[in-house]
C-alpha cells in the first residue's frame, strides 16, 4: 500500500545521481520544433498520459459552446469620430528648403530649415520655420494650418502619401522632408508604412562662412625663407625633366616627347616641344607658357570668374613643387599625362640635396617603331580627270598636276580621229555614229555625234575631254586609252558606254607609221586600217542610222497603197476644184503641160500623203504611159477618172 504524497511522507533515492530535465525545444532546417518530454528529472520514465499534437489541436479546434453553452454576446461599442480620436494627435516631420540668392558674390543659395506638422484630426498641414536671431528674414508660420492641394485634380496631401527623404511640393515650394519624431514613426509604422532612413540636413554655406568669420583667427610666424630671399638664391636656376605624351589611345594619337622646366625663382613650370625634322609640325616650341600650374584646376568654386581673372593662391590652394616631379612619375598636366623619364644633371644633384633622392636609372619609353599606315585611295568619282581627283588625296593643298610642256608644244592641234558606233542593246542606240577625237598634245580624248535629221537624239559633244581610263585599272596605277587601243573592231568603254571603232582618218594610218615607237603594239592599230582600205566597197557596211531604209513588202501591198492616193486625189480635186483642167493647172506649176516627179510629190506631200520611194515610183509608172517618165494632161484625167 502506497503512502499519501504528504510532508514527511515523501524520501529522497540516494542511489540518483542524474537530476537535470530533457530538452523539451529543438531546430530543424532552421525552424524552432516543440518536442514532448518522454522522461523526467533524473531521466525517468513519464507514466502520465501525454497528448499528441495531433490531440492537441483537435481540442483546441472544439468550440466552447458544446461545453460551456453559448456565450453571451458583448454590447457595441460607442462610435468615436475622428476629431475626437485623432484629438491633438500630430505627426511632426523635419525638412528643409532652399532658396535662390540673386546679385549675391558670397552665396547663391540659402538653406532654410523648416517643421512639417500633419493634424490628423482634420488632415491639415502647416508649415513652420524656427526663429532664428539676428537673421534678418522673416521666419515663422510659412503655411498657414490648412489642407494642402497634391494636384490639380482636387486631390490633397495625405499622411500616406509623407515619408523620409523625399520631396514634396506645396504652392509651388519645393520642401525635402529629413526626419520625424519618435511618436510620427510608431504611429507610421502601426499603421504598416516602412518609414525610410533618416538623412542629414545640409548646412548653409554662408551661415559657415560666417562661423568661420567670426572665429578666432590664428596667425602663422612667417618664414625667414621669403620672395625676395628665394630671388636672390634661386635665379636662374630651372629644374629640367625629360618626358614623353602618349595619346595614342585617342584617334589620330601619336607619343610625342617634351621638356618639363620648372622654375625654382618663382615656383612657375613651362612645358616645351621637342622637335625633330621632318616631324611634319609646325615650329612652336612653347607646348604651356611659363606659369604657376595647381594641381587639380577644376577645384574652384563654381562663381569664379575664369574669364576675366587667373586664378590666383586665393582660390588655388595645392600647386606642383620640385617634390611632385621625380624620374617614373606620371604628372597630370591639365588632363595631359606626362611621364618623366630621365632629368639633367643639375636636377639630379638638387633632388639629391633637397629631397634625398638617390635613384635616377632612366625610364626605357622608345617602344617598338610605330606603323606607318598604309594610304588606301578611294575609287575614282568621275568628277574631273583622275590626276585631279588625286591630288586631293596626297596633299592637304592640291595642287595642279604636272604636264610636260614640250609635248604639247610638239604635238599642238594634232588630233586623231576614229568612228565608231555604239554597241547597245537598247533598239534607239543601235547604229549610232560618233566621232573620237583622240588629242596627242595631251592624250585626252572626246566623243561628237554627228547630227542626224529626224533621229529625235540630240547631236553634238557626247563626252567632254578627258583621260578615259580602262576597265579595270586601279587608281594607283591606272591604264588610259591610246592609239594602240582604238583599232578596227576594239570596243571601247567609257562611262558604261560601249563604242566599237569603225574607222579611222587616213591621217591616223600616216601618223601611227611615221612613229611606230611613240606608241607600243599600235602595230594592230596600222595593220586594221589597211585591211579597212583594202577591203571591198561592197562588202556588208554597217547599218547607220539616219541612211535610206529598204522596205520589205507583201504582194499587194503596192496596189492599195496606190489606190489610197488616188482615192485621196480624187477627193481633193472635187472638194476644191470645180473641174480636173483647173487642178491640173494648179499643179502644174512650170506651165509646161506636165507633171514631173517633184511636182507629183510636192502635190502627195500636200495631201498629207508622205510616201516612201518605192510607192513613189509605182505611182508613176502606173500614170506615165508612153513611159517618157512625165505625166501629161491626158495621162492625168485617165488617172484620176
Do not use: G
Given at each position: 500500500m502506497a503512502l499519501p504524497f504528504l510532508p514527511g511522507n515523501s524520501f529522497v533515492d540516494p542511489t540518483q545521481r542524474r537530476f537535470h530535465r530533457s530538452q523539451s525545444l529543438g531546430y530543424k532546417n532552421g525552424y524552432a520544433l516543440p518536442a514532448h518530454p518522454e522522461v523526467g528529472i533524473g531521466g525517468v520514465p513519464l507514466e502520465v498520459n501525454q497528448l499528441s499534437l495531433e490531440e492537441l489541436e483537435e481540442l483546441n479546434n472544439k468550440r466552447p459552446t458544446l461545453t460551456y453553452g453559448q456565450a453571451k454576446q458583448a454590447p457595441p461599442e460607442?462610435?468615436?469620430?475622428?476629431?475626437?480620436?485623432?484629438?491633438?494627435?500630430?505627426?511632426?516631420?523635419?525638412g528643409y528648403f532652399k532658396q535662390t540668392v540673386h546679385e549675391s558674390p558670397n552665396e547663391y543659395f540659402r538653406i532654410r530649415p523648416v517643421i512639417i506638422y500633419y493634424y490628423l484630426e482634420d488632415d491639415s498641414i502647416s508649415v513652420i520655420e524656427p526663429h532664428v536671431e539676428n537673421s534678418g528674414m522673416p521666419q515663422g508660420k510659412l503655411i498657414k494650418r490648412q489642407p494642402l492641394p497634391k494636384n490639380d485634380q482636387g486631390d490633397h496631401w495625405h499622411w500616406k502619401d509623407l515619408n523620409l527623404d523625399i520631396n514634396v511640393t506645396f504652392y509651388g515650394k519645393t520642401f525635402h522632408i529629413t526626419n520625424c519624431d519618435r511618436w510620427t514613426a510608431e504611429f507610421m509604422a502601426s499603421e504598416g508604412i516602412e518609414l525610410q532612413p533618416p538623412v542629414g540636413q545640409p548646412t548653409d554655406p554662408y551661415t559657415d562662412s560666417r562661423k568661420e568669420t567670426a572665429a578666432l583667427e590664428a596667425f602663422t610666424t612667417p618664414s625667414t625663407f621669403d620672395k625676395l630671399k628665394q630671388f636672390l638664391n634661386m635665379d636662374r636656376k630651372v629644374l629640367r625633366f625629360?618626358?614623353?605624351w602618349d595619346d595614342r589611345d585617342s584617334m589620330f594619337g601619336e607619343k610625342r616627347p617634351y621638356i618639363i622646366q620648372y622654375y625654382l625663382v618663382d615656383d612657375t613650370?613651362?612645358?616645351?616641344e621637342v622637335h625633330?625634322?621632318?616631324d611634319g609640325r609646325d615650329p612652336f616650341p612653347v607646348f604651356l607658357r611659363r606659369q604657376k600650374l595647381p594641381k587639380n584646376r577644376y577645384n574652384v568654386e563654381s562663381s569664379f570668374p575664369a574669364v576675366v581673372m587667373e586664378l590666383s593662391d586665393h582660390e588655388i590652394k595645392n600647386w606642383y613643387g620640385p617634390a611632385d616631379f621625380g624620374i617614373g612619375k606620371s604628372v597630370l598636366i591639365?588632363?595631359?599625362?606626362?611621364?618623366i623619364f630621365d632629368c639633367d644633371e643639375f636636377t639630379k644633384s638638387y633632388l639629391n640635396a633637397k629631397y634625398d633622392v638617390r635613384n635616377f636609372t632612366p625610364v626605357e619609353v622608345s617602344g617598338p617603331a610605330s606603323r606607318v599606315p598604309k594610304m588606301d585611295l578611294p575609287p575614282y568619282n568621275g568628277f574631273g580627270s583622275l590626276e585631279d581627283s588625286l591630288q586631293s588625296c596626297l596633299s592637304l593643298v592640291p595642287q595642279p598636276p604636272k604636264k610636260d610642256f614640250i609635248k604639247m608644244l610638239e604635238n599642238d592641234h594634232k588630233i586623231l580621229r576614229f568612228e565608231a558606233v555604239m554597241d547597245s542593246v537598247k533598239p534607239?542606240?543601235?547604229g549610232r555614229r560618233f566621232i573620237i577625237s583622240y588629242r596627242l598634245a595631251d592624250d585626252m580624248i572626246t566623243i561628237y555625234e554627228p547630227p542626224v535629221r529626224n533621229s529625235g537624239i540630240v547631236s553634238g559633244k557626247f563626252k567632254e575631254r578627258t583621260r578615259m581610263t580602262k576597265p579595270g585599272s586601279t587608281p594607283e596605277n591606272p591604264q588610259f586609252y591610246g592609239p594602240q587601243d582604238m583599232y578596227i573592231g576594239a570596243i571601247v568603254i567609257s562611262f558604261g558606254h560601249r563604242f566599237i571603232i569603225t574607222d579611222a582618218d587616213d591621217y591616223v594610218l600616216r601618223y601611227l607609221e611615221a612613229r611606230p615607237g611613240d606608241f607600243p603594239g599600235c602595230e594592230r592599230t596600222i595593220e586594221s586600217i589597211r585591211q579597212k582600205r583594202m577591203t571591198n566597197p561592197s562588202q556588208r557596211k554597217v547599218p547607220v542610222k539616219g541612211a535610206p531604209l529598204k522596205i520589205k513588202r507583201t504582194p499587194g501591198d503596192t496596189q492599195r497603197l496606190i489606190q489610197e492616193v488616188r482615192m485621196q486625189?480624187?477627193?481633193?480635186?472635187?472638194?476644191n476644184f470645180g473641174t480636173l483642167t483647173e487642178a491640173f493647172l494648179q499643179y502644174d506649176r512650170d506651165r509646161s503641160g506636165r507633171i514631173d516627179a517633184r511636182e507629183l510629190k510636192n502635190i502627195c506631200h500636200k495631201q498629207n500623203l508622205p510616201l516612201d520611194d518605192d510607192i513613189?515610183?509605182?505611182?508613176?509608172a502606173q500614170c506615165d504611159v508612153n513611159s517618157d517618165g512625165m505625166i501629161d494632161f491626158s495621162e492625168f484625167v485617165k488617172f484620176l477618172s
Open positions: 460607442d462610435f468615436i469620430p475622428a476629431h475626437v480620436a485623432f484629438d491633438k494627435k500630430v505627426l511632426k516631420f523635419d625629360y618626358c614623353v613650370v613651362e612645358v616645351r625633330e625634322p621632318n591639365y588632363n595631359r599625362p606626362f611621364l534607239e542606240d543601235k486625189l480624187q477627193r481633193d480635186n472635187y472638194l513613189m515610183e509605182a505611182l508613176i
